[in-house]
């Protein structure tokens, strides 16, 4: 069992940036591939990041490429989300993920455990 809490979240100018973190229970976090995803109102959760469990390799979705960086401190059993020159469409609520395994997937069904979730507002 990994419990999952983000943090970070709220309300932020267009072309202005935020960093989200996930702290993660368990003494076993550098076995997990972690992820984030968002969720829009009315729009199905998509992927936004995934990183490797050592953190060598990173995957990002086309639309948040070059404005969001993901990173990882296993000493801490964290992930972090750098997000960068926002855009109203970035406006949704925002999840970290654990994967077991090591392959990166966009689909939400092969991730395992989730956390409740941080709201990101962009205004305009």
């Known amino acids: 069992q990994v419990q999952l809490v983000e943090s970070g979240g709220g309300l932020v100018q267009a072309g202005g940036s935020l960093r989200l973190s996930c702290a993660a229970s368990g003494r076993t976090f550098n076995n997990y591939l972690m992820g984030w995803f968002r969720q829009a109102p009315g729009k199905e959760r998509e992927f936004v990041a995934a990183?490797?469990?050592?953190?060598?390799?990173?995957y990002y979705a086309d639309s948040v490429k070059g404005r969001f960086t993901i990173s990882r401190d296993n000493a801490k059993n964290a992930v972090y989300l750098q997000m960068d020159s926002l855009k109203p469409e970035d406006t949704a609520v925002y999840y970290c993920?654990?994967?077991?395994?090591?392959?990166?997937?966009?689909?939400?069904?092969?991730?395992?455990?989730w956390g409740q979730g941080t709201q990101i507002t962009v205004s305009s």
């Open positions: 990183i490797s469990r050592t953190g060598a390799g990173t």
């Open positions: 993920a654990v994967k077991r395994g090591v392959l990166p997937t966009t689909n939400p069904n092969t991730y395992d455990y």
